[in-house]
Structure formats: structure tokens, C-alpha cells
């Protein structure tokens, strides 16, 4: 008789994620390195992968696989949470829902957040995944954001924060158009095997700033559309 394997030691990998994965790429923010190690990961990933949970790997989220359907690699979750700079009055819009852990996240630091999710079954998924964490400050609507003037999108507008969960190839002008004066948009914008990490502030009326404070590779969000490669 084999003797029985020793039960995956979670709480240990969260630590060596921390540590050797966030930490590592500038992220200090105590508010969220705490609530890394408080919320479980694991809890969102599916069965078949959850002792990858808190790995540097994109986990699929679909079998088959589909495209886009993924939970990022933990540090670009966390490094997105803090260049967001949350508030606890925030409210946040987020479109990919996938498997509800980075709406878990942003739960956590803002006062509600709408998540949008194109595929019925992960928004029900996620919707059961928040459920079971405890989490009620999050509403998971089943709906294409990428769609001309999403109605579901700006139900809830202005928004304080606009997380895109995926890459895009460029920043959809209709999200930029739903922040407050002072909200931020988080997206992963540019074509592989360069895309980089964007933060667009909404300073007044018609006026925007944006930074791009660090490179990355993410898969696609499913539905925006591609940039023009037509030249002349």
C-alpha cells in the first residue's frame, strides 16, 4: 500500500507568492499584500488546477480552452490593485469577470464593484465563487462590454475605477467616457510581444492623462476590437 500524499500546504505557498512573486515587482501596498494573504486564491480556481492557484501561470478557466478565458498570473492582479490607489468609497466597473477573484479583490477595497462577464457559465461560476467567500458588494451581470455603448456598462456610471481584466488593442473610448473626474482605468493595451500596463486618469471634463508604468503579456479580452493594421 503507497503511503497517502501530505496535503498541499496552501498556506505556504501564499506566503512564497507574496514574497517571491508581488513583492518582487513593486508591490508594497500593505492594504493589498494584506488582503492577498487574507483572501484564498485557491477558492477560485478550478478543481483541476487549484494546487497551481497561487503560481506565476495563467490558469484557464475553460475545457476546452477558449481564448481570454484565464485568471491572470497573481502579479498582475496585485500590481493592477495598487496602481488603482482604491478608495473605500470607490464604486468600480470590471469587465471580464472570469473566475470573480479579481472582483473578490476589488470587493475588498471599494464600496461595490459591477463585473462583466460575456461567457454565462464563468458569470455564474464567479457570481457562486463570491457567494461562498462571503462577498456581497459585487454584482455580476452576464452582458458583451465590448458592444457600442454597453448598456449594462453604464448602468451604474460614472465610475470611480474601470478595471479590463484581459488585454485590448487600444483603450476603448466609450469605458474612458463612464469615470468620474479623478476615476482610473486599468487596462493591458498593445499587441504581443508588446503590451504594456495602462492607467488613464480622467482630469476634467474632456482631458485625460495616462501612464504605462510597466510591460506585460496578457491574453485577450474576448469581443474589442482589433487595431487597423492598414497602412498606405
Known amino acids: 500500500m503507497s503511503p ?15 514574497e517571491q512573486q508581488i513583492r518582487p ?6 492594504r493589498v499584500l494584506q488582503l492577498l494573504g487574507e483572501l ?29 478565458a484565464c485568471m491572470l498570473a497573481p502579479k498582475i492582479e496585485a500590481r493592477a490593485l495598487q496602481d488603482l490607489a482604491l478608495q473605500d468609497t470607490d464604486s468600480v466597473l470590471e469587465i471580464g ?20 462577464e460575456i461567457d454565462p457559465a464563468l458569470a455564474e461560476q464567479a457570481r457562486r465563487n463570491l457567494s461562498a467567500a462571503g462577498i456581497d458588494n459585487v454584482e ?51 499587441q504581443e510581444p508588446i503590451m504594456r ?9 474632456a482631458n485625460y492623462s495616462t501612464e504605462q508604468p510597466w510591460d506585460i503579456v496578457a491574453p485577450r479580452l474576448r469581443g474589442f476590437p482589433e487595431a487597423s493594421r492598414f497602412q498606405f
Open 97 to 116: 469577470t472570469g473566475s470573480g477573484y479579481m472582483a473578490a479583490l476589488l470587493s475588498r477595497l471599494s464600496a461595490r464593484v459591477l463585473s462583466l
Open 40 to 68: 484564498k486564491r485557491e477558492d477560485f480556481a478550478p478543481a483541476a488546477y487549484r494546487a497551481l492557484a497561487l503560481a506565476d501561470v495563467e490558469i484557464p478557466l475553460c475545457r476546452p480552452a477558449v481564448e481570454g
Open 140 to 190: 455580476v451581470r452576464c452582458a458583451d462590454a465590448a458592444a457600442q455603448r454597453c448598456a449594462a456598462c453604464g448602468s451604474n456610471a460614472p465610475y470611480d475605477a474601470i478595471v479590463l481584466s484581459g488585454s485590448v488593442a487600444e483603450v476603448p473610448a466609450d469605458l474612458l467616457a463612464l469615470l468620474k473626474t479623478g476615476g482610473r482605468l486599468f487596462a493591458i493595451v498593445g
Open 25 to 30: 515587482w513593486e508591490v508594497l501596498d500593505a
Open 4 to 18: 497517502a500524499h501530505p496535503a498541499f500546504d496552501f498556506e505556504q505557498a501564499r506566503f512564497n507568492m507574496i
Open 197 to 205: 500596463a495602462t492607467l488613464v486618469r480622467r482630469t476634467g471634463p
